[in-house]
């Protein structure tokens, strides 16, 4: 087969991909199309059962499209040959933090991915310690996975996925299972990664208060894409996104109740310090 | 029927090198017809403190007494106790083990010995509470259903021993938006209908502002606050320290009174923010 | 609770025994029970008896741990012993009672045999003991490698191994979790008789068996997604380095062997 030319400017290209479980069932990813930029943070939001889970699995060739294509830093997924690489480029986290760690040492547990790609010894551990030290587990290093916290399960397994030097990594409901502070602190050291190693994030969600912190953001219903801009445009439509069996931030909720009131407040709040600067525009400031 | 928890501690292998305090000194009487949520960070010992209240962990220092029964005195009927407190463990999806739904909600039933016509009865009451179909799910394999299902039915199964009070631990955990929404109006309406005590453990601030008639607090093992939710939100530097967050209304409350905004200090739900906010652009302009 | 229990036997430390290779250990092992079988008479045990003391000391070991390891078999040992006393055939009649007749021999064999028992458990503690599990299954794997001429799996067996050794704590966790659930609902797992027991496992063995299995297949989706493709070209992070201990260790445990043989030969 002819070699594909590497694109790394757009790592992650979905091409009118379609996926079916079972010949006569209804598509669980209909006609999907997303380009993701190189060091974007794309948020994909969804209800259970909307396709999410599914299209995440298209993305690192879990899954192979029944129709379309999906190219990872210009390889596609359908290419036999190239699927470990495109493994390596394209790093999934799942939801369950007990069930995607293979090892009883955090550090073994890292090197899982480096030992199938068959890394040389003494490089491997140069790339653990640096993995381990970007999620900030290396105190961790030597601790059996069952005695850390949910959220820290979460970064070992990031940590596992990040040894890989991968290009994209994609999260699939990866704090869905966890306490409102492993939430904060997983979606912290990912937004970390994304900003400071450049790594290009897809992070799939049902919570819309991280998706409100992402780049953009996609929502998916019934396998197709629903809508698809940036967080304060996508969370300014209130009845859509509720229609859609998803939640708006409580910050846009309000603003639209202040709007309908007759309040002339701007699109696009989503946070109390976003509703406060824009209430100190429009209020009355009574002493 | 009040369940009164008096000086109530836990500790884990004691007496081992792994010996870890869950709970410490904590006094709470919960009352017929209240809807307590029960707040705290993870291991700050609310799932401790649960499962004293049916018996499943004895104390070990003080007493808990359910009805009137002392739990931890020889000899006590536990099944009494559970007959009683009810309690709806997190993902308690994954305890479902029986062949048809029917089957696994008189699973509890059966343990208390009732007679058939009284379990399938209590199995068809307990299905319509939580709002499933006896007729159209009842013969399927609970392994067949939804996530959002699945929870209901295990649900069911812990509402059909009829226990007058009833326990929730994180019942939202893992659902969708859709999916917690209809839980809570679920809890709301169980609540509601009378007759029913709950308390419902949960770290979303949001989840429990809604419904919760009192609030109590927890953080490392011991009892740090309990009160109306108007009164614990009002007191967000204290949460704060402890971990634990407020609802977003109660957030910009705070936030507006810091600009200085006249308005009330205890507001925490979107509504009552929205008319506060509403009164004041009602002002006069021109006064500015 | 049962969370809080130590996966098998191990008691981590850093003695010199602690840092043998577990390949070695695994060998010494299998020389240690070779010397076990050549004791032809209970008086020679001092042999097996000297190296398991020297072995214990050298691991910080008190021979209260090896004691501790022996205790659950003391019903089999009991039961071997009062066969062979009473069952072996001999010449020298000591007691005659009826049916029962002890024999001097008889005396002999069931002194045996139970040492020889006592020594194997004993023994092979000392190998759990001192060996963490990961590196056990690591040495397993080391040396069951040359049989992949043969197509044996040494490398699928060794991550089954791992695997399991991962997921005990995280099953140990779920069943206390189920069973404190479905006791909630007033399940009884602690009275009636064997096969009411029995049956009052079922809702705990069902959910948790669901769960192992999609457990199973997340963690093969995961396992796979992170480029796992077999044993083939594989490299490994933990690789294993003999010591010149592991030399001594081999030297003595021979000798110890063949000073056995010798004392059950011409003694």
């Known amino acids: ?287 | 029927m009040p369940i009164k928890v008096e000086h109530l501690s836990h500790t884990y292998m004691q007496g081992s090198p792994f010996s870890a305090t869950a709970l410490h000194d904590v006094n709470i009487t919960i009352e017929d017809g209240e809807l307590i949520g029960l707040l705290g960070h993870t291991g700050s010992g609310k799932t401790t403190l649960v499962q004293h209240l049916n018996g499943l962990v004895k104390p070990t220092e003080g007493k808990v007494f359910v009805d009137g029964i002392d739990t931890s005195e020889k000899g006590v009927q536990l099944l009494e106790v559970r007959k009683k407190v009810g309690l709806v463990f997190q993902y308690p999806e994954y305890q479902l083990f029986e062949e048809s739904v029917i089957k696994d909600i008189a699973f509890g039933p059966k343990n208390m010995g009732l007679s058939a016509e009284e379990i399938d009865e209590r199995v068809r009451f307990a299905m319509n509470q939580v709002g499933i179909s006896y007729e159209d799910i009842g013969e399927r394999s609970p392994f067949e259903l939804s996530g959002g299902q699945m929870r209901r039915v295990a649900i069911a199964g812990v509402l059909a021993m009829r226990p007058k009070v009833l326990i929730l631990d994180e019942p939202t955990a893992g659902l969708d938006p859709a999916g917690r929404r209809s839980i809570l109006s679920m809890i709301r309406d169980l609540h509601a209908a009378g007759d029913l005590t709950v308390v419902m453990v949960s770290h979303s601030m949001d989840d429990i502002a809604s419904l919760a008639t009192r609030l109590i607090v927890m953080s490392k093992g011991e009892l740090v606050m309990s009160g109306t939710p108007r009164e614990i939100f009002k007191q967000q530097e204290t949460l704060r320290s402890i971990g634990l967050g407020v609802p977003q209304a109660a957030e910009l409350n705070h936030a507006l009174l810091a600009e200085g905004y006249d308005l009330p200090d205890d507001l925490y739900t979107l509504g009552e923010v929205r008319d506060a906010i509403l009164r004041l652009a009602g002002k006069d302009v021109s006064e500015c | 609770m049962l969370r809080d229990i130590t996966l098998g036997q191990y008691m981590p430390g850093d003695t010199v025994v602690h840092r043998l290779d577990p390949r070695m250990k695994i060998i010494l092992t299998v020389l240690y029970i070779a010397i076990i079988f050549c004791v032809t008479s209970p008086l020679w045990y001092i042999v097996p008896l000297c190296y398991l003391l020297f072995a214990s000391k050298m691991a910080g070991l008190m021979p209260a741990h090896l004691i501790k390891a022996v205790k659950p078999l003391r019903f089999l040992l009991i039961l071997t012993f009062i066969l062979n006393l009473f069952f072996s055939s001999g010449e020298t009649v000591w007691v005659h009672w009826g049916i029962i007749k002890i024999t001097q021999e008889g005396v002999f064999t069931a002194i045996h045999f139970s040492m020889r028992l006592i020594f194997l458990v004993a023994g092979t503690s000392l190998l759990t003991l001192t060996t963490s599990p990961v590196a056990l299954s690591d040495g397993i794997e080391m040396l069951l490698k040359p049989l992949k001429v043969v197509h044996f799996p040494a490398h699928e067996l060794a991550m089954m191994m791992t695997i399991a050794l991962r997921f005990i704590p995280t099953l140990i966790e779920e069943a206390d979790k189920i069973m404190k659930a479905q006791m909630a609902r007033g399940a009884d797992f602690e009275s009636g008789n064997l096969i009411k027991r029995a049956k009052a496992m079922v809702p705990l063995l069902v959910p948790l068996f669901v769960s192992a299995f999609r457990r199973a297949t997340d963690l093969a989706m995961a396992m796979e997604a992170r480029c796992y493709h077999g044993g083939e070209g594989r490299t490994r992070l933990r690789v294993l380095k003999f010591i010149p201990a592991d030399g001594w260790a081999l030297v003595i445990t021979t000798f110890a062997l063949l000073a056995t043989i010798f004392l059950g030969k011409w003694l």
């Open chain 1, 1 to 287: 087969m002819e070699q594909q030319a590497k694109n790394f400017d757009v790592p992650m290209q979905v091409e009118a991909a379609s996926y079916q479980y079972e010949e006569d069932a209804s598509p669980a990813v209909d006609g999907v199309s997303m380009n993701v930029p190189k060091g974007s943070f794309v948020a994909v939001l969804g209800h259970n059962g909307s396709g999410k889970s599914t299209l995440a699995k298209l993305m690192n060739a879990l899954y192979l499209p029944t129709d379309g294509r999906v190219l990872v830093c210009g390889m596609d997924t359908a290419q036999e040959d190239e699927v470990w690489n495109i493994r390596k480029h394209a790093g999934m986290v799942f939801q369950n933090p007990d069930n995607q760690i293979v090892s009883n040492v955090v550090r073994e547990d890292v090197a899982f991915g480096l030992e199938n790609l068959g890394v040389p010894h003494d490089e491997m551990i140069g790339r653990i310690d640096d993995a381990l030290s970007a999620v900030r587990m290396t105190e961790k290093a030597s601790f059996a996975p069952h005695m850390l916290s949910g959220g820290q399960k979460q970064r070992v397994a990031i940590a596992g996925v990040l040894a890989m030097l991968p290009e994209v990594m994609i999260l699939d409901e990866a704090t869905a299972m966890l306490d409102p502070s492993g939430r904060k602190d997983v979606l912290k050291t990912v937004q970390k990664l994304n900003r400071e190693k450049g790594i290009t994030v897809i992070w799939i969600t049902h919570f819309m208060e991280e998706a409100a912190l992402a780049d953009r953001v996609i929502v998916l219903d019934q396998g197709a894409v629903a809508m698809d801009g940036v967080p304060s445009e996508v969370f300014s439509r209130v009845d859509e996104i509720k229609a859609l069996g998803l939640d708006v931030p409580p910050m846009a909720q309000l603003a639209r109740e202040l709007r309908e009131k007759g309040l002339s407040l701007p699109a696009g709040i989503l946070t109390v310090a976003d509703m406060v600067k824009e209430l100190k525009n429009t209020l009355c400031l009574s002493k």
